[in-house]
């Protein structure tokens, strides 16, 4: 296993900033690509940004680009997703991923390609 745990979640209005973080085991966190997910009540879970391994390849969802900016840090084991211009419709549980493969040359963006996962944070924004 590969202990997930975020942080940073709160409540806030619309047009607020707020950075989550997650941090992992250091044992393998620099091997893996990482992304963050979220699920909103009644709704399936859905990718909102993941990062390669190296950290040089990023790649956003179509409804945070732009706002949100995923990065890493691997000397910390640490993994961060900036959300700027919070929206109503980003309320949702967000979760931090490990992806399965090592050293994956491609960022990945399906929930299955994902085997570790954080208990999630709260993410709630008022309009």
């Known amino acids: 296993q590969v202990p997930l745990v975020e942080s940073g979640g709160e409540w806030v209005q619309a047009g607020a900033s707020l950075r989550l973080s997650c941090v992992a085991s250091?044992?393998?966190?620099?091997?893996?690509?990482m992304a963050w997910f979220r699920q909103a009540p009644g709704k399936e879970r859905e990718f909102v940004a993941a990062i390669k391994w190296s950290g040089r390849v990023t790649d956003y969802a179509d409804s945070v680009k732009g706002r949100f900016t995923i990065s890493r840090d691997n000397a910390k084991n640490e993994l961060y997703l900036q959300m700027n211009g919070l929206k109503p419709e980003d309320t949702a549980v967000y979760y931090c991923a490990a992806d399965s493969t090592y050293y994956s040359e491609y960022v990945r963006v399906r929930v299955s390609h994902y085997d570790y996962w954080g208990q999630g944070t709260q993410v709630t924004v008022s309009s």
């Open positions: 250091g044992e393998i966190f620099s091997t893996r690509g």
